[in-house]
C-alpha cells in the first residue's frame, strides 16, 4: 500500500516546529490533568503532527520530502533531499497527561503496521517505547513537564522504501489507569460525516474554532483517512472507535546507489612498485616477513576535491551559489539514468522529475572525476615461511579507522602473511599521510601517469593544534574535515564514497601490475578469486555496507565497527564531547545537548545518513558469508551499547536518550552473529584465555561470530599498547579465521602476548 498520492495539499504545508510539537497548544482541548489526550492539530498556524510523518513529503515532483524550513536549518535542507524517512531513527507523538510507560510498551496500545507485509511488528522485539526527558528549548522545562511525547524506538532497522501505519491504541493508559482519548480534530477525522456537516451537527466545538480554509484543509485529510487508512486498519481489527491517533510514514530507499555501483563496476588499473623495504624497516617492532609495495589505482570520485574543474561553473554542482567544495559537496543524481518501477511513496518514477541527489529514481551518482589514490601493499617474503600459490597471492583488502591512514595495515600484516596473505589498503576519502612521510615520498616519485595523489588534498582550513578555523599554514590531519556535522549529505557521502571505493578496489586486485623497484614485472601475482576483506573502527563500518552489496562469500574481519552512526558519535566517549561541542558552538547555542533541538538534530542526522550505515546492509552481508567480528567491552570510541544508565554500556560520554540501535552490540545482532563467550552484555574473554578453546562452523556456511573481550582498548587489533595477549589473541583469530574460508577460530592460543 502506498499513500503519497492521495495527500492533501494541506498537509505538505507543516512547519518544523509542528514536527516537534514544541509548541504548547492542544489542539483545541480542555487542559484536563485527569485525562490522556492525544495532541493532533494539522490545520494550526504552528500545526501539531506525529513525525515521521508522509504528509511531509512534497507533490510528486521528485519523489522527496518537503519538510517546512523556515530558519533553513540545514539538517532539514538535507532530509529534504531524501526519497523517505529513517530505518533507525526514533517516531514519536505527543499527548496531554502522564502516560503510563507500561501500558505503552504492552501489546495492543501501539501497533506498527508494515503495508507491505500486512503484519504487525512485534513490541520488544521489532520496537520499544520511551519517553522524551529532553529540555523544551523555549521553556527550558523538560518536555515531560509540559506533555508525554512517546519515543517509538525501533530495536532493529525498519524496512526500507515501506510505508508503516502507526497506531496509539485507547489501551494506552495515564498512570491513574485513564485510557487515552483522541483529540477533537482528529476525532473528526474518524467520522464518517463531513467536516461542515459536523460543524452543523454541533458535535464538535472545536471546528468553531477554524476558518473555512482551516476546514477545506481537514476535510482534505478526512477524506484521506476514510478512504486510505482506516478500512486497512480495520481489517486488522483496528476499528476508528479503538484510535486516539494513527499516522503512515514511508522509509527511505537504501542500497539502490551501492547496488548499482556494484552492478556496473569496472575493474581499473592497480600498479603496485616494490620499494625495497620489509615491514620491520618501517616498524622496527614488527618481525621481516612482508615486503612494501606502493603505487596508485584510479577510483570514480562522485563528490568535490580541491582542485579548480570544469565543474566549478556547472551550476548543478553549486552550493548556495557557489561551486561546492570538499566540505559541502554531495552526490549528485545522473538525470539521464531513471531507475524502474515507484519512488518509495508508490508513484511510478516515469513521472518524477530528476532529484539532486540520488533516489531509488534516481539512483546513478555523476562522477565528478577519476581520482588516482594512494595504495600501500604488503606480500609475504620468504621470511614467512610461505610460497606463493600456483594462482598468485590471496588478498585481505584493509580498511583503517578514522584519523587513520593505509599505513595502519602494517601493524596486522605480518600475521596475515604468516598465513600466506597479501594486504592491499588504501585511505578512505579525506585520509593520507602527511607531507614528508616516507610512504608517501615513495609514490611522489612515480612518473606522472602513475602519481597519486593524497586523498587529504592538504587541505588546510583549521589550527592543527585546537581543530578550528583559522588556517596555520599546515595541511590538516587525516580525516579531520571527514565527519561534517554542518553538511550532513557529505557525511553521508564520504561514507558512500569510502564504500564505492571498496566496491571498484576489489574488483581491480586480482589485475594488479606488481613491479620491481625497476619498474619491471616482478614476476608476482594476486589471485582475484581469493580476496578476504578486514575493517577497523570506522573502516569496519563502511567495509560492513560494502559487504552488504558485495555479491560474493569471501569471509570477513570486522573489528570494533559499530550502526546506528548518529547515536554512536553522541554516546562515544572519544567523539561525543566533541560533537555536542561543536553544535552547540556553531548553532549559537540553540543546540545543546540534552535539549530537544538537539535530539531532533540527532533524528535527522540519522535520517540522512541511513544509506551509509551498516546496520541498514547487515542482514545481505551475512545473508551468504562468515563473518568475524572484534568488540572491547568498554570501548570509548565505538561504544558497545547507547542506552542510558545501562552497566553493560560502559565508558560512554552523556547519553539524555537512549538508543538501542547504536554502537557495537547492535550491529553485530543486526548482522545475526553468535555472541562468545556468551550473549549477555557483560559477557567476554578475560586474558589469559584458556588456551586451545576452539570453535569450528559448518563447512558450507562457516562462523558468524563476534567474540567480546574484557581487556584492551578500541586500537588493540593494531596495538599491543592497552594488552598486548587481546593484540595477539585478535590478529591470531583473524588470520586463522581468514586462511579458514571463515570456517575456523582458534581461541586461547596467545598466553605469552605477542
Known amino acids: 500500500m502506498r499513500l503519497l498520492k492521495w495527500l492533501p495539499v494541506c498537509l505538505l504545508a507543516l512547519g518544523l516546529a509542528a514536527c516537534s510539537s514544541d509548541d504548547e497548544g492542544d489542539g483545541g482541548l480542555a487542559d484536563n490533568p485527569r485525562k490522556l489526550i492525544s495532541l493532533f492539530d494539522p490545520v494550526a498556524a504552528s500545526a501539531v503532527i506525529p513525525f515521521p510523518n508522509d504528509g511531509l513529503f512534497g507533490t510528486p515532483a521528485d519523489g522527496t520530502l518537503n519538510i517546512p524550513n523556515g530558519t533553513n536549518a540545514p539538517f532539514v535542507a538535507a532530509a529534504n533531499r531524501l526519497d523517505g524517512f529513517s530505518t533507525v531513527a526514533s517516531a514519536f507523538t505527543d499527548l496531554i497527561g502522564e502516560v503510563d510507560l507500561a501500558s505503552a510498551n504492552a501489546p495492543g496500545s501501539i501497533v506498527i503496521i508494515n503495508t507491505r507485509t500486512l503484519q504487525p511488528l512485534v513490541p520488544g522485539t521489532d520496537y520499544r517505547v520511551q519517553f522524551s526527558t529532553a529540555i523544551d528549548p523555549v521553556t527550558g522545562r523538560p518536555l515531560d513537564a509540559l506533555r508525554s511525547r512517546l519515543l517509538i524506538e525501533p530495536l532493529r532497522p525498519l524496512a526500507p522504501s515501506t510505508t508503516y501505519l502507526v497506531v496509539v491504541t485507547r489501551a494506552l493508559q495515564s498512570v491513574e489507569g485513564v485510557p487515552a482519548e483522541p483529540a477533537d480534530l482528529f476525532r473528526v477525522l474518524l467520522s464518517s460525516q463531513t467536516v461542515d456537516e459536523q460543524l452543523v451537527a454541533g458535535n464538535e466545538p472545536a471546528l468553531t474554532l477554524l476558518s473555512e480554509a482551516q476546514r477545506a484543509s481537514l476535510e482534505g485529510i478526512r477524506q484521506l483517512y476514510q478512504m486510505r487508512i482506516l478500512p486497512p486498519l480495520a481489517s486488522a481489527g483496528l476499528p476508528a472507535e479503538s484510535l486516539v491517533i494513527a499516522w503512515p510514514f514511508t522509509t527511505q530507499s537504501i542500497g539502490a546507489t551501492l547496488s548499482r555501483l556494484q552492478a556496473g563496476v569496472q575493474p581499473q588499473a592497480l600498479t603496485l612498485v616494490a620499494t625495497g623495504l620489509t615491514t620491520q624497516d618501517v616498524i622496527a617492532q614488527l618481525p621481516p616477513v612482508a615486503d612494501l609495495y606502493v603505487g596508485s589505482i584510479s577510483l570514480p570520485y562522485y563528490l568535490a576535491d580541491a582542485t579548480a574543474t570544469a565543474d566549478d ?40 522529475q530528476p532529484s539532486e541527489s540520488t533516489t531509488a529514481c534516481f539512483p546513478q551518482p555523476r562522477a565528478r572525476a577519476s581520482q588516482r589514490v594512494p595504495v600501500l601493499a604488503t606480500i609475504p617474503n620468504a621470511n614467512s615461511g610461505r610460497t606463493a600459490p600456483e594462482n598468485g597471492w590471496p588478498v585481505v583488502i584493509f580498511q583503517h579507522g578514522i584519523t587513520g591512514n593505509r599505513s595502519q595495515m602494517l601493524a596486522l600484516a605480518p600475521a596475515l602473511a604468516a598465513a600466506g596473505f597479501a594486504v592491499v589498503a588504501i585511505d578512505l576519502p579525506l585520509h593520507g599521510l602527511p607531507p614528508g612521510d616516507a610512504l608517501r615520498a615513495a609514490t611522489e616519485q612515480f612518473p606522472e601517469p602513475l602519481r597519486p595523489r593524497e586523498r587529504t588534498f592538504d587541505l588546510d582550513l583549521v589550527t592543527n593544534a ?96 559499530g550502526g546506528g552512526i548518529a547515536k554512536l558519535l553522541d ?25 530537544d533541538t538537539y535530539e531532533t538534530f540527532l533524528r535527522f542526522a540519522q535520517q540522512v545518513i541511513d544509506d551509509g550505515d551498516p546496520l541498514n546492509y547487515a542482514a545481505a552481508a551475512t545473508d551468504n558469508r562468515p563473518l568475524l567480528m572484534f568488540v572491547v567491552r568498554g570501548d570509548a570510541v565505538v561504544p558497545n551499547c547507547t542506552v542510558a544508565g545501562d552497566e553493560g554500556c560502559p565508558a560512554t ?62 586500537g588493540s587489533i593494531l596495538s599491543p599498547a592497552a594488552n598486548a595477549q587481546v593484540t595477539c589473541e585478535m590478529q591470531t583469530q583473524a588470520a586463522t579465521f581468514l586462511a579458514s574460508a571463515g570456517r575456523q577460530l582458534p581461541v586461547g592460543n596467545c598466553t605469552g602476548g605477542q
Not at 327 to 351: E, T, Y
Not at 576 to 594: N, R
Open 571 to 595: 554516546g562515544s566517549a572519544a567523539f561525543g564531547p566533541t560533537v555536542a561541542a561543536g553544535l552547540e558552538a556553531a548553532s549559537g547555542g540553540s543546540i545543546v545537548e540534552g535539549n
Open 466 to 561: 585546537t581543530g578550528a578555523p583559522p588556517a596555520d599554514g599546515t595541511p590538516d590531519p587525516s580525516g579531520t574535515h571527514f565527519i561534517n556535522l554542518s553538511s550532513l549529505l557529505t557525511s553521508r557521502d564520504n561514507l558512500r564514497q569510502a564504500e564505492a571505493d571498496l566496491i571498484t578496489l576489489s574488483a581491480s586486485v586480482g589485475g594488479s601490475v606488481i613491479l620491481g623497484g625497476n619498474l619491471q614485472p616482478a614476476g608476482i601475482a594476486f589471485d582475484g578469486d581469493s580476496v578476504r576483506y578486514a575493517g577497523h573502527s570506522l573502516g569496519g563500518i563502511v567495509m560492513g555496507t560494502f559487504l552488504g552489496v558485495e555479491p560474493g562469500n569471501a569471509p570477513a574481519v570486522l573489528a570494533m565497527p
Open 313 to 352: 561553473a556547472d551550476e548543478s554542482f553549486f552550493v548556495g551559489g557557489a561551486p561546492d567544495n570538499p566540505l559541502n559537496s554531495f552526490w549528485r543524481a545522473d538525470a539521464a539514468v531513471r531507475g524502474d518501477g515507484n519512488a518509495p511513496v508508490g508513484v511510478p518514477c516515469a513521472v518524477l
Open 653 to 714: 560520554d552523556t547519553i539524555p536518550i537512549s538508543s538501542f540501535l547504536g554502537g557495537s552490540d547492535p550491529l553485530a545482532r543486526a548482522l545475526g552473529l553468535s555472541f562468545v563467550p556468551g550473549p549477555a552484555q557483560g559477557d567476554g574473554f578475560d586474558v589469559p584465555i584458556a588456551p586451545n578453546l576452539y570453535f569450528s562452523g559448518p563447512p558450507e556456511i562457516g562462523l558468524r561470530t563476534v567474540v567480546r573481550f574484557n581487556q584492551g582498548d578500541h
